[in-house]
Every structure is written in structure tokens, then in C-alpha cells.
């Protein structure tokens, strides 16, 4: 019976998980396109699917890649002394003070408490391994951030 102590929270997090609600979707269109009478290809609802995935990703990289680009501007570090695990919703309050997390995390942790619900969201669904803030992330971000200013450096050399 402990087991099923806090059910009705694990099913509440569970229906706003990504995941989740991909299935949902998939079983909503097949049911769309069995009724409808196979109109849509297979192929057709898988790229309205993938592009949905993107918008979301970039919806949920824009609050990071901008952190990042603060940081970068003000010559802050992104790492601290502890940058292990997901950035818990629970110790936001108290990661923005305690200055182990890293600037990066702490900023994040700030965005959060000041009603960044886009990212909260993004923090509440996505899976540990999936918040796209560990280092290696970070350091694809920032390399990604470094192939663009290159570009436009030779842009601007090109047009002289």
C-alpha cells in the first residue's frame, strides 16, 4: 500500500511529462485518422510531430542559450563548486543564495522564482537526464554560440 501513498501526485506528473503527452498525441491521431478514414499519410502526421518537437525545444533552449549569453557577456562562470543532477524545483529559493550551483544554475534558479513559467514547466516535464543544462550542454552551447560569431566576423571581413 506505501507504494501507492502519493499516486495521485505521481499521475499528476506523470500526464505533464513529455512523453505523456506524446502518446496522447500519437493515440488522438490515430484515432483522428482511423475515423476520417486514413486521409492523412503516416508520414504527414510524423512531420507535424517533428516539427512540433522543435518549436518546443526551441522554446525551451531560449531561456538557457539566453543565461549563457548573459554569462558570456558579463565574464561570469557558468560551473560552481557542485553541478551534479537536475536543477530541483524545490531547492530554487534557496540554489539562488547558496552559491555552490554555478552562476548558470543560479540565474536559472532566479528566472524560475521571478515567473518564468516557460522554463519552470520545462523543469517540472522534462526528464533528468533531458534539462538540457549539464556541462556538456553547456559547452555544445557555447561552442554552437562561437560558430556564429565566427560566421559573422567573416561576413564582415568578406564585405570590405
Given amino acids: 500500500m506505501l507504494k501507492f501513498k502519493n499516486a495521485k501526485n505521481d499521475f499528476n506528473?506523470?500526464?505533464?511529462?513529455?512523453?505523456?503527452?506524446?502518446s496522447v498525441q500519437r493515440a488522438n491521431d490515430f484515432?483522428?485518422?482511423f475515423e476520417s478514414?486514413?486521409?492523412?499519410t503516416v508520414d504527414v502526421l510524423f512531420d507535424k510531430h517533428l516539427q512540433q518537437s522543435i518549436e518546443s525545444n526551441k522554446k525551451r533552449l531560449i531561456p538557457i542559450v539566453k543565461t549563457i549569453l548573459?554569462?558570456?557577456r558579463?565574464?561570469?562562470p557558468l560551473r560552481g563548486h557542485r553541478e551534479a543532477g537536475s536543477l530541483?524545483?524545490?531547492?530554487?529559493?534557496?540554489?539562488?543564495?547558496?552559491?555552490?550551483?554555478g552562476i548558470l544554475r543560479a540565474l536559472l534558479a532566479f528566472r524560475?522564482?521571478?515567473?518564468?513559467?516557460?522554463?519552470?514547466r520545462h523543469f517540472e516535464t522534462s526528464p533528468k537526464n533531458c534539462t538540457m543544462i549539464s556541462p556538456?550542454?553547456?559547452?555544445?552551447?557555447?561552442?554552437?554560440?562561437?560558430d556564429v560569431i565566427v560566421g559573422k566576423i567573416v561576413e564582415r571581413v568578406k564585405q570590405f
Fill in 13 to 22: 506528473k506523470h500526464s505533464k511529462t513529455e512523453y505523456h503527452l506524446l
Fill in 31 to 33: 484515432l483522428i485518422n
Fill in 37 to 40: 478514414g486514413f486521409e492523412k
Fill in 70 to 72: 548573459f554569462c558570456a
Fill in 74 to 76: 558579463n565574464n561570469l
Fill in 88 to 101: 530541483s524545483l524545490e531547492s530554487v529559493r534557496s540554489s539562488c543564495t547558496v552559491g555552490e550551483q
Fill in 112 to 120: 524560475v522564482d521571478s515567473g518564468d513559467t516557460e522554463l519552470q
Fill in 136 to 146: 556538456k550542454v553547456q559547452n555544445e552551447i557555447i561552442d554552437v554560440i562561437g
